[in-house]
């Protein structure tokens, strides 16, 4: 019985003195936040056709802070409810605790209806409106989602857009 105890313990003291300080296990260190890629994406519902415009500026701001943006020179047919457009993509800080968006487009657009092609007037104030950015941060985008049936407004042989729109993350 002496045997098998004294065996158990020295086996015990080798494992125990073969360990180094290098053999520990490896903890991995806190992760550090990063910024997020995020997207801004506009989306037409509720259109009787195309109606196709482009964005002419994007002003962006992250907690009052002017952001750069790029804006891609496209079309974009908002009476496509299939597709949200993107129209830029920025990295939202960690900190970041509110974004503001600022777009407008250009004077001019397209909408058909019923076979026919007719000038849409877009001339009116830019869309703008004010993100949390934790909201932003669930989803990676903003999707300014437009009601193209309430946001036309007819004179005579004008039509207006006056953007209705919610913003959706």
Known sequence: MKKCIGLALALTIAACGKAKDDEAPLIDPPET????TVAVR???VNAAGPVR???STLEL????????ARIGGSEIDLGNDQNAWAVTTFD??????????????QSEGIIERNG??????????????????????????????FDIARSLVERGEQVFMFPEFIVRY
């Open 92 to 105: 939202l800080p960690v900190d970041a605790r509110k974004v503001a968006i600022r777009l407008k487009f």
């Open 116 to 145: 026919k092609s007719q000038l849409l007037d877009l001339s009116g104030p830019p869309i703008s409106l004010i993100a949390d950015a934790a909201q932003i941060r669930t989803r990676n985008k903003v999707v300014v989602e």
């Open 33 to 36: 936040p990063t910024s997020q």
């Open 53 to 55: 415009v482009q964005v």
């Open 42 to 44: 506009l989306l037409g």
């Open 61 to 68: 701001t992250v907690d009052g802070n002017p952001f750069p």
